[in-house]
């Protein structure tokens, strides 16, 4: 997902630059747009490149919740086992 996003930014980019070549800089008026066309992207690219893969704590919670349970049940059929072999 971090890679499609890397590439669609790149390519406003370049649908950027392609149209500041054919058309030429901005008007007055579309200044704003191609200041946010601009940006925006870069921000972006700066974001997925420089910040690491962080997983969600949520994520963790609930992953550990499902190994939690897992031990339990490991735990309960282990105790099972152990009684069967008692009596």
């Keep these: 997902m971090r890679i499609a996003a890397f590439v669609m930014n790149v390519a ?3 649908l950027v ?3 500041l070549i054919e058309k030429g ?3 007055d008026s579309d200044i ?3 200041v946010l066309l601009v940006s925006a992207p870069l921000v972006n690219i700066a974001a997925l490149l420089l910040c ?3 997983k969600r704590e949520r994520d963790n919670l609930v992953l ?3 190994k939690r349970k897992i031990l339990e049940e490991k735990k309960k059929i282990s105790a099972l086992q152990d009684g069967g072999r008692d009596a």
């Design 52 to 54: 690491p893969t962080v």
């Design 12 to 14: 406003l980019l370049l």
């Design 64 to 66: 550990l919740y499902v």
């Design 25 to 27: 800089p901005p008007t």
């Design 17 to 19: 630059a392609y149209l």
């Design 32 to 34: 704003f747009i191609f």
